[in-house]
């Protein structure tokens, strides 16, 4: 595990932001720059009238929801997989009764 520690400028909606990370992080931090940008970019582009201020909430806005369906995603999962799991074993007990 490399844990070094330096730093990254990024660039988020037109500022510089030097990031100090752990190495192994560091396209994530740069992934989720670009992901920043192509998001703003693309609101812009749908948006023109609107005040950048409002674009920038609108993207934040956007990878909110995102974080909120990865938890919905991480609570419910256990439960779908004990479904999927009871379901399998009630298939085998009809198939065994007919």
Not at 45 to 59: I, K
């Amino acid at each position: 595990m490399n844990d070094e520690l330096f730093t990254i400028n990024v660039n988020l909606a037109g500022h510089r932001f030097p990031l100090t990370i752990n190495r192994q992080d560091e396209q994530l931090y740069r992934n989720a720059a670009k992901n920043l940008k192509e998001k703003i970019d693309s609101y812009r582009e749908r948006h023109a009238q609107l005040p950048y201020e409002s674009v920038l909430v609108m993207s934040a806005y956007h990878f909110a929801i995102e974080a909120e369906k990865l938890k919905y995603r991480e609570n419910v999962g256990p439960v779908v997989e004990k479904m999927e799991l009871l379901n399998t074993e009630l298939d085998k007990y009809l198939n065994e009764l007919q």
